[in-house]
């Protein structure tokens, strides 16, 4: 069954600046996707950026952006000037590309922007 | 486009009882799944329905079922309800499967 690894339960960044959430998962297909969502306080799921295995070049939207190493298998998120409105929940989320059982995700990294 | 929509949004069972949550998908997307979040277990996948049929299932127990209309419209039901499953429960819909996955906001089941 593959695994998705977050590190790091809560973040904090300055208003403005940059972090780094990780990511790690586990899988012996090739096959695949990855997502990074983004569960603010009204929990409603929003997608931020996605990713398709087979694809080198590391997806980008706008201030959010993947480094994706598909040999380390290794998948984080930058978000770029950070906002007060990025305050959330980021859950990390794999699915295979047969669709079997669905997406899979981690525990999540609360991250806080300090104004 | 509308988003994806559940109902009812707040519900409060007591053990025993059965419950039946809706989602309404995107228009024109035929793939629905459907996920618990419990702060202990965090999210997990539960099953998806695409054009009617049961496409995958998670690791719950036989208490948990669904459906899916001719509408794309999903319900899942859970009979014999327990404390254990008072969760966020949240629904999610694509185009196709497997294909990107988008969210509703969730019915928060309460078990007493």
């Known amino acids: 069954a593959q695994t998705v690894t977050q590190s790091q339960p809560e973040m904090s960044v300055q208003e403005a600046e940059t972090v780094t959430l990780s990511c790690t998962y586990d899988t012996s297909e090739s096959d695949y996707y990855l997502f990074w969502y983004k569960q603010p306080p009204s929990r409603q799921m929003i997608l931020v950026i996605r990713?398709?295995?087979?694809?080198?070049q590391n997806a980008t939207e706008n201030r959010f952006s993947v480094n994706f190493q598909k040999a380390a298998k290794s998948f984080s998120l930058k978000i770029s000037d950070s906002q007060l409105g990025d305050a959330a929940m980021y859950f990390c989320?794999?699915?295979?590309?047969?669709?079997?059982?669905?997406?899979?995700f981690g525990k999540g990294t609360h991250l806080i922007i300090q104004p | 486009k509308a988003g994806v929509t559940q109902t009812p949004r707040y519900l409060i069972k007591t053990r025993g009882q059965q419950v039946t949550l809706s989602c309404s998908p995107i228009?024109?997307?035929?793939?629905v799944s459907w996920y618990q979040q419990t702060p202990g277990q965090g999210l997990q996948f539960l099953f998806e329905?695409?054009?009617?049929?049961?496409?995958n299932k998670g690791n719950f127990p036989g208490r948990f079922s669904g459906r899916q209309f001719s509408n794309s419209r999903s319900e899942m039901n859970v009979s014999t309800l327990e404390l254990g499953d008072s969760a966020l429960y949240l629904c999610a819909s694509s185009l196709w499967s497997p294909d990107t996955q988008y969210f509703g906001p969730g019915t928060r089941l309460t078990v007493l």
């Open positions: 329905y695409f054009s009617e049929t049961q496409r």
């Open positions: 228009s024109g997307h035929r793939s």
């Open positions: 990713q398709e295995a087979y694809k080198q």
């Open positions: 989320a794999y699915r295979s590309g047969g669709g079997a059982d669905g997406l899979t």
